[in-house]
Every structure is written in structure tokens, then in C-alpha cells.
């Protein structure tokens, strides 16, 4: 018998971890209040609606996931958490809500993602995941539907492709092709796993299979003109081959075939060559297209070590701040330390992550996991990496932070499905 | 209470306030992160995949690494601060709010200096005549000369050593005050000298020969440092240009120090036919004359040539006949080595900022193969170019005992060797023959009472107009303090035109004991 006392129950420590949270949102709320008030006394009060939904609305999905019985890991919900806390809060500061029930599809996305996220945590929970297997081509489907209806109604903004009112459901096709991928591969685990000196070498057959479902997202991708989308799915493809292979040569091989691509595709598209010129050098064109990058370092820059304080900063001088640059912001007002204290929470989730994945049981169930922390670390890394200028921008949103209804929604989801999967019994 | 809670904020504790909050924040977030870190995770299952775990928590460590070059160190990016400082809205901005430091000359007089309460204001004491060297701080046309490549360390960001790197990281974006750079130039000095180009155009090099540090650099005409405007678009005068470090000239006669060098180190003191109908190279080109040629055309009358002549009388007279024939009988591959020692086909780097170097325009000297070609380029005509700067330079090898040194401005740069020129007995021999220029030929006019100044004057045939008018010289003959080397554009015979210029800024310097008195004490 071991001597130590018995852990809390998962449920009661994420229910700490959360009220710890709450305690950082509730110093960021005031602080951002205290500078918004000393400008202007008349604040609409609407605005704190999704941060009422935080205070209100967590409490009651971990009542949810008590009743459940749930029984995963506290630590990745904690960090889902603390993450979406921090999210709202940056949000609430750039004024996102500031139209209070003017515009609700502003103030929807945070409740709605709490209830997505509680989805996940059902349809996956207790062991249940494996018979999302069955739903694999039905995801595959309902991908290309996705891809197709942006086609032919999805208008152009700000170099993005958008559905009527604003939606963007390219963010749903990452987990739906993650979902087909893990019912996919998991039925030929031993034709990826063949390897001769180190080099992957699946059969023929196998490969082509793979090659033409996945050749036609990724023609649709391309049509749509979205290559961050194409670089974050097959950064996907390879995070996942690896994990079924368990062979590092995929790994190198998705390398190579990064950098082919990355320095390829600049000679396909003038976007994404623009970009890829910006990031080597931002200072030829400082007032046209290095403007953005610019002022986001500049941003970083007067943030310092410590920050400027929530509130406190200027970081509307990035252009679209709220959505792709959100890190920015955050590095202007929180400083080195705090982007340092987020980035080690988004390592712990994606290593909790993987860590779930290590102990699911059926292969199906380890590569779904493995594909959907892959995702939301694969959105990550590019998009601070982006805004950092440590690689070219890629217009990847930030998991749980950068502002849109339909990407926190979706992350949120995820992260349920993760929170389910970790609990295998 | 909203009214109480305003008060409150807007009052003497509001910034307090908004601190303590924005501390009590980061100190929560990082106990909630800290507490996720170690919250009870799930046992590990039989597959492991820590490779993955370890690459995207390394990659984002590395991010993180990579912004703190931006986020800490941004100051260290020149062209980063340059942007910050032009389109950083932010009201209160460090970079903002730098008082830009002064210039100062080498014994700390002010030659640029800010105007408090003015970000872009400059108050520059020399104005016009020390334009060049300086540059200009405007915010519309830019930072150029020192004020660029110095512009770090005037705007405080500059970073020496370590220790200090830390601390600056941590703490310098909220410094206010920018650090002084100090140079070599002496303000009386280069005042002195703009006015005595009078408004010619023109360019004059004063520097001391052992160290190499500029005691002038002045190129006339000037302009007024706080408008740019209105000498940038002069292109008729063309007073932004630096006359003195970009201007390409023929350097005429001057040029023959470095053939007199380099037929002495290779030990060749031919004595030569001057007739008076000069020397013919080679078929079909033109003969060289001396100058004495045309001055007796002039009258009427028909010059005998100088006869059999060595290599002292022909230094002196400034023989062109003579070193036409000396420059073929060195060999184009001696040639060739000297100019590439020499420097004349590279760029003299005459400051080094911590955003940049100053440098000198390349001048050009052409591979030589053909006997014709040589014979014009040892009397400094043909297709050779030099800036003012670099014939400063070799003459002070002259009277440095053979050392090039590299020129230089600020006055924290060591001293720095560029080549051995000649040796130390061919540089003597020079300065013997360069003194009897002085005393006896060309340089007559330049000779002061008990300075024993040496120098040589050129007349440079230009391609248009009259000719250009070179003097360079140094003194004392003993052991040389300083160098002078004066260009007017189109001022006809150096003689005339340059040297009473070159003489007048010796006596200036002389009086203000810059050549008589040891060179240990200034830079």
C-alpha cells in the first residue's frame, strides 16, 4: 500500500486549477477596467458577458464532468482553461466586445466553445472514442463538403476566404480530416510501419491509396488559396505518420518536404512569395509590407521584460491585432515573462497531450489523439513563430487566444475531445 | 461610486494602482501555470511519445528565445530603432524620448548638440563648415555621416561588453539619455580651413600621420545642416556631396611620391634625358611634356628640356618627362603591387559606428600591361582616380615612416595600420626630396621659417575646365606632426591655388600647437 496520501480526484483539481485562473483573469479584468474607465466613464457593461460566461460557465462544465465521472488528466483541462481565461481577457481588452449586445456574434463564440468543448468531453470520454472510428469517411466527406462550400460561397477578406456572416469553416476541417486520418491509418498501422535502413517505405499500394485522398484536400486548399491551412495539414499528416510508424524518419522526410515547399511554393503564389519576402527582409518596404511584422516587434519591443500592463499598452498599433498578431498584444502588455508563462502552459497541453495519447488503448484512439494536440501545437508554433518573425507569417490563428468565433469554437471542441480521450477508463 | 472609483484612478494613486494589479496578474498567472505544470497527470500508457513532446516543447522554448532578440535586444537592430523612432505610435515610447548626445572634437568641444524638448531638433556650432563629416539629423531626409553610423550610441541603445548588454536588455529601453561620441576633428581646425576654400569648391584633409585621426575633413561648398532641402537639390555645386571622401580626382603630380617610393625600393635612381620635346612612350602616342613646355610656348619661346636629370632635381621641378620614363622603367608589376598597397583601387573606411562604417569612394587605377598606359599613369594623368582622403593617406605614409594608417574620425578607434607603404629608409629619402620641393622648386611658397614643411603640388589636367590644383605636404620634416592635403576644383596651378591655402591652415594649426609640440597629448 503506498503511503502517500490519495491525489484529489481529477475533477476537484481541475477545479483548483481553474479558481487559480479565475484569480489571474480576475486581476487582468480590473486592471483593463481601471485604464478604460480613466478614459471613458461610461463603459457599455454588456461587455463582460463572455467573461460572466468564464466565471459562470466553467464551474458548470466541471459539474458536468462530475456528474460524468470523469476521470482524465486535471492538468490539460487546467491549461485549457487558463488559456481560453487569458483569451477572453486579451479580447475584452481590444475592445472585441465593446458592442455588448449589438453585435451577439461577438459575445456567442465563448459559451458556445464551453459546450462544444462538453460534447467532446462525452463523445470520447470513459473509453467511448474508439467508435468514432466508424465515423472516419463520414468525416473525409463532410471535409470536402466544408472545402466546397467556401468555393462556391466563401467571399474574399483581407486575403482570407469567409462564409456569409463572417464564418470561416475551414477551422472544422482540421479536426474532421485528423478524425478520417486516425480511422485511416490506424487500419494500416502495419503497411506505414515497414522502414528499411530508417527510411519509410510503405507498400506501393498503401501509399497511393494515401496519396490520392489526401492529394484532393489538398488540391481543394490550393484552389482556395489558403496554403497556411495546406502547411498546418500536412504538418499534420507527418506528426501522425510518425506516431503510427514510430519511425523518425518521417519525421526528417516531413522536414525536407517543408523546406521544398516553404522555399517552392514562392514561386507558385506572389502572396505567399510577398511573405516569404517580408520575412527576410521587413525592412525594404518598412511603410507597406514590412509594416505589420514591424510594428508587432516594435510592440514586443516597448513591452520589455515585465510588460506595460493590461490595458496600459498601444498594441492596436498592429494592424489586425485581435486575430493573427493576438501575441502581439499580449507581448506588449504582459511582457517577456507572461508570453513565456503562456508558452510553457501551451507546451504542458500538448505534452499532456501526447501523454494521453501514450496511454489510450486502441491505435485508433492514440492517433486521434496524437492528430489533435499535433493540430493545436502545429496552429501554435506557426502562428508565434509568424508574429515573432521566426518564420514567414502564415495567417494561422492562435489556439484559444487570437479572436473568431468559429477557430475558438473549434479548439475548444478539441481540447473536449482531448479532455475525453485522456480519460480512458 | 463610479464618480469615487474615477477620482480614484485619475488621482495621485491611480498609476500605483493599475502597477499593483498588473503585478498581482503576472503573479497569478505564473502560480496557475506553475500549478498546471505539476498537476496529476494520467499514468503513462505503453506507447511513448516523448520525441514529440521534446520537439514542440523545444521549438517553442526557441521561439521564445528568438523574441527576446526583438523584445529585449531590439535596441541593438539599428534599422529596427530607425523604424521605432519614425512610425512608433506609441506616446511614450523610450526611443522617443531619448535626448540624442552631443558630437563633441577631440579637446570636447560641441560640434553637434540637442535642443531640449525637440526630438528631431539639432544644434550644430560649425554649421555649414562641418556639414560633411557630421552629417545631418532631420526627420524628413534622414540621418547621414557620423550622425548615422553613430546614431546607437547617440541614442543611448549602443551596447559595450557583457555585463552590460544584460543590464540594457533589462532595463535600457526606459533610458533617456543618449551617450556622446567624441571624434578627432578640432573644431577651430576645420572652421579655419572651410574658410580659407572660401566658398570654392574644394576639398582639405588634415590628419596626423602616426595614428591617422582627422584633425580636418572639410569639402566646400557647405551647407546648412538643419536644411538639407535646398543643397540636395543643387546640382550645379552640388554642396552635399563630400568632396573630400567621394570626389574622384586626377591626382596630378602628387601622384608622384608614390612613383619616387617605389623606384627607391627597388633601388632604381636612373638619371633620364628630359629633352624638351618630352618623352614618347610608344608609337602613335602623343609625347609627355613638362609643364615648362607650354609656359615657353606661351611666350613664344622654345624650352631646351631640363637635360640629363636625376631623380632629386626631377621631384623638385616636378619633371613629368622624367617620371614618365621612371614609371616605365619600375614595371608594371612593381606598379600594380604599390597601388594595391596603396589602396587607391579600395574604399579608405574612415569611421566605425556601431551602426555602420564611414568609407571613402574607391578610387581607380587600372591593371597596367601596356608600357603607354604606365608611362601616363606615373604623372597621375590618364584614367587614374584618387579621392583627397587617399592622397592624404599615402603622404602621411611618407611621413610615417612608410605606414599607411587608416584614417580615422572618432576618437575611440585605435590607431590601425593599413600596409608598410615603403620602407623606413625609402620614406627618409622621400622626405629629403619632398623638402627640397619646398625649399627649392614648386613648393617655394610653402616655405615657412624653421617648420621645415615638405610637400609636393600637382596640377591635374581635368576633363573639362581648367585644371585641378593639388597641394599636399606635411611638417615638420624631422618628425612629422601633420599632414595637409588641399584640392581646388578647377583652381588652375597648385602652386597658386592650393598651396597659399595649405600654407595658411600650417600656420594655424602652428599656432594652435599642433605642430611643433608633441602628438602624444592629442589624438
Known sequence: MSRTPPPLPPVASATGLFLLSALAVLCACLSILGVKLSNAPLLPWQQLIPLGAYVAGVPMALLWLKLIGWKGDPGLVGAVFLLSGVGLVIQFRMGSFAQGLGNPVALAPFPLGLAAFLVGVTLTGKGRGAWLAKTGWLAYLAALAVFAAMLLLGRRYRGGLYLPGHMNPSEIVKPLLVLFLAAYLSMRQKAFSETQNGIPVPPIPALLGLVF????????????????????LNAILIVMLFAIARSTGYLALGLAAAAAAGFGVQFLSAHAQARFDVWLNPFTDPTGKGWQILQALAAMYSGGLWGAGLGSGVPQAVPIVSSDFVYAALAEEVGLIGCGLLLMVYAVLFSRGFRAAG????????????????SLAVQTLLNVAGVTKALPMTGITLPFISHGGSSLITTLLVAGLLAGLSDRK | MLEHLMELLNGEHGPDLLRGLKIAFLAFLAVASLAVLFAPSCKP???????????????????????ATWQLLGFTKPSFVKFMRRYNKRPNAAELQVTRGPILDCRGRILAAPVPGDLWGRRYPLGEAAVHPLGYFHATFGITAVERVSDPTLSGFAVEGGEDLLNKALFAPRKAEGDPVTLTLDARLQQRAYELLDGRKGAIVVLRPRSGALLALVSSPGFNPLDPASALADEE????????????????????ILIAGLALEKNLRPTFACPGMGYIAGPNTPPIRDSEYYAYARKGAVWPGWGQMDMKAAMTHSSNVYFAQLGVACGPEAFNDMMARAQIN?????????????????????????????????????EVLVTPLHVACFTAAVAADGKLMRPRLSRGEKPEELAQLFGAKTAEQLRTQLRDVVRFGTGKAANIADLEVCGKTGTAQAPAGDDHAWFTCFAPRRHPKLVVTVLIEHGGFGATAALPVARELLEEADRLGYVRRGEEAQP
Do not use: H
Open chain 2, 45 to 67: 500508457g505503453k506507447v511513448n511519445y516523448g520525441l514529440l513532446r521534446v520537439i514542440f516543447t523545444a521549438s517553442l522554448i526557441a521561439i521564445l528565445c528568438y523574441q
Open chain 2, 237 to 256: 555645386n552640388t554642396p552635399a556631396f563630400n568632396r573630400a571622401t567621394q570626389g574622384r580626382y586626377p591626382p596630378g603630380s602628387t601622384f608622384k
Open chain 1, 359 to 374: 496511454a489510450a488503448k486502441t491505435p485508433f484512439e492514440r492517433l486521434l489523439c496524437v492528430g489533435l494536440t499535433g
Open chain 1, 213 to 232: 485522398l489526401w492529394g484532393i484536400p489538398m488540391l481543394l486548399t490550393i484552389a482556395l488559396k489558403d496554403l497556411g491551412l495546406m502547411m498546418l
Open chain 2, 346 to 382: 579600395a574604399s579608405l573606411t574612415y569611421m566605425k559606428g556601431a551602426a555602420g562604417a564611414l568609407e571613402s569612394s574607391r578610387g581607380n587605377v587600372p591593371e597596367i600591361s601596356k608600357k603607354r598606359t604606365l608611362a601616363q599613369l606615373a604623372i597621375g594623368q590618364g
